[in-house]
């Protein structure tokens, strides 16, 4: 298999004296300056003066503003992935469908929850959140790239879980789950302001609850809607 340019060069940290803890500076710096300005609006040369290291070794050794960017991406992403198949994994076991979807919103919910709670992955969260519902995204390719295969297979178990809804209603249930969470993770305490500290988002149990319950009910009352007769 081949290797990406990012990790060759990165391979090649150690040949002009950067270790690696340069290089997690570097990818932390660039994670926050993403997140809190935006893809087009970040510099290496910011990135780099945060990290305390010179703009050109950035550029070199992650191919430009865009591998590192992907790099980041690289970092964080597989973790939210693999803890999405695991869940996938466990609700493929329940025969029960009902009990079935639920384990398939923890299975897409949980990883990003827990994302914002972990120390320094608010950031990317709200990174992550940044990227998917950029319509520019798709030039950079990451969300192709990284999570849509995970994608695909959370709509096939929407669909074992829901037997007679079209393709286009698991892609839509799928779409509302996404679009919650992108909320979710960007929010600036508007949720807790609006609600006098009711709903806060940092209370990941809680926050859990409340989405699990509402995708329940709603996705349940769809099925009832289907079945009902026309008047």
Known sequence: MARSKTATKDAGFADVGIDQTARSRILLAAEETFATMGYDAASLRQIALQAEVPPGLVAYHFNGKLGLY?????????????????????????????????????????????????????????????????????ER?????????IAHAVIEQIRTALPGHSAAAANWAYQAIIGTMVFVMADGGRISRLSDGAADPKDIEATLHHLVTFFLTGLGAGEAAKEAPAP
């Not at 949980?110 to 998917?132: I, S």
Request: charged share 30%.
């Open 141 to 149: 390719g990451i969300v192709q790239d990284m999570l849509d295969p």
């Open 70 to 138: 992907r790099a980041v991406f690289e970092r964080r992403t597989p973790a939210v992935v693999e803890q999405r198949r695991a869940g996938l994994a466990m609700a493929r076991l329940e025969d029960n469908p009902g009990r079935r979807l639920e384990l398939i919103l923890k299975a897409v919910l949980v990883p990003m929850l827990k994302l914002t709670a972990q120390e320094n992955g608010g950031h990317f969260a709200l990174l992550l959140a940044r990227e998917v519902s950029d319509p520019r995204s798709v």
